[in-house]
């Protein structure tokens, strides 16, 4: 568990959705490490609910309904934590720098190219810690392969191949029916939901990479698509085949409130409690009760990047909607004197070549813990902890989604949805520092 020598780090939480709210459980869990001063949520409901859960001690003052209220006081705490929605972290995050806050930004940092780098340079300029929340990189199971790595276990990395199972209803949630759907309100599926993955190869192969290319597209969500049987049905609440359909929102949110289910995502879609009653509000009248095949989606739902690194390594990434496991990834490292395979979570299998093809089996260490930061197998929390470990002692020696690791993992991103798009192998060499020197 946490030190708790440590100096209490008080921070602020811009945007009160799912994931500031998780941000917010370690203060709630560890008042002797970290404090909540100040919110800011322009929803009345969950700003409320924001305040019941971790309020107790934010002062009136400091409640706001915009984050540039808070901006514009003097600075009344250490750190700030950005949860707003993707396209609305550039602003706060370059505002608060100014400011000397030290800053969580949600990943990913921003949607635009210019938008990461003018975040970076101003966390640099004021000589403030970013972290960005790349939490995969903080998970035991990532620490315990880069172990494995330096060991010599498998030689030298050859080849990485990596999955993402994003979830056949989850990807209809987030990226179909949520606010991730339209590359006009937010950005494309590879940033909202993969910057992850590649941030994550790039780490794990630990040399920058030099090429990049990217195929992909929208191949099922679409009007096209959609089954004869649904007839005219615009909505799940009035379709012929509701209870057929893989991806009907009556099985995906009311089934589940009816089952007792109130988290994620059903209380999601809601704008209130979430019960039957409110679930089947928002099913007659919101986005979450489209049809899958009559939204305003334009986002892919597959999509791979192959990738080459210094050296010739090579890696390839694939993201895909179509699948029953969520976000749970796989990955096979190839070494020259080994081979690795990981379940993404706590299990890893490791041939070594040389003798008699043995096989070892890893676990990593896992902290025993109770606490509601359990996204991404505890990793929410390992993030949180490093952060707030940072500010306590004034280092950024605990971040390991730095500004300048988190710049080059995104123009990676960036790049290869321009490869996508454009239909070319993009060269990537150097790019992150073209950018920030």
């Known amino acids: 568990m946490a030190d708790a020598s440590r100096k209490v780090v008080t921070y602020i939480v811009i945007g009160a959705g799912n994931r500031g709210t998780v941000y917010s459980h370690f203060a709630k869990e560890n008042p002797h490490l970290a404090k909540i001063v100040g919110i800011a949520e322009p929803r009345p409901f969950n700003r409320n609910l924001f305040l019941k859960n971790f309020g107790s001690e934010i002062p009136p003052e400091n409640v ?15 750190a700030v934590v950005i949860a707003t929605p993707d396209q609305l972290h550039t602003e706060p995050a370059i505002q608060f720098a100014n400011l ?38 903080y998970h035991p199971y990532t620490q315990k392969i880069k172990e ?22 989850h990807f209809a949630h987030s990226y179909v029916r949520g606010n991730w759907k339209n590359t006009s309100t937010s950005t494309f599926s590879l940033m909202a939901k993969s910057c992850h993955d590649i941030d994550w190869i790039r780490y794990i192969m630990n040399v920058p990479c030099t090429k990049i290319s990217s195929f992909g597209n929208l191949t099922h969500f679409k009007k096209e698509k959609k089954p004869k049987e649904a007839r005219d049905a615009l909505r799940c609440l009035d379709c012929n085949i509701k209870e057929q359909c893989s991806y009907s929102a009556t099985k995906v949110y009311l089934d589940a409130v009816k089952r007792g289910v109130v988290g994620w995502p059903v209380n999601v879609i809601v704008n209130s409690d979430p019960s039957e009653e409110s679930v089947i509000q928002a099913l007659e009248d919101g986005p979450y009760g489209l049809c899958v095949y009559e939204s305003e989606n334009n986002v892919c739902d597959h999509q791979v990047v192959n990738l080459e690194f210094e050296g010739g390594k090579t890696a390839s990434f694939t993201m895909v909607a179509f699948t029953k496991e969520i976000c749970v990834r796989k990955t096979r490292i ?6 690795l395979e990981g379940d993404g979570a706590s299990k890893i299998k490791v041939i070594d070549f040389r003798g008699k093809e043995e096989l070892h089996l890893f676990e990593p260490a896992m902290i025993s813990m109770e606490t509601m930061m359990r996204g991404h197998e505890f990793a929410d929390w390992h993030l949180m902890n490093n952060f ?11 971040i390991l989604s730095g500004p300048e690791e988190t710049l080059e993992s995104h123009l990676l991103v960036f790049a290869a949805e321009r490869s996508r798009l454009e239909g070319k192998t993009i060269d990537v060499s150097g790019e992150s520092q073209k950018a920030l020197f």
């Open 64 to 78: 706001f309904n915009d984050w540039k209220e808070a901006a514009s006081r003097p600075k009344f705490a250490d």
């Open 100 to 137: 000397g806050y030290n800053i969580l930004v949600e990943k990913p940092l921003a949607i635009k190219e210019e938008d990461c780098i003018e975040i970076c340079k101003a966390v640099k300029k004021n000589n403030v810690i970013l972290a960005v929340g790349h939490v995969l990189r």
């Open 148 to 169: 494995i790595i330096a060991s010599g276990l498998i030689g030298e990395i050859i080849n990485i191949q990596h999955l993402e199972p994003v979830g056949y209803w």
């Open 334 to 339: 190839f070494g020259t004197h080994g081979e």
């Open 388 to 398: 707030v470990e940072a500010v306590s002692i004034g280092s950024s020696s605990k």
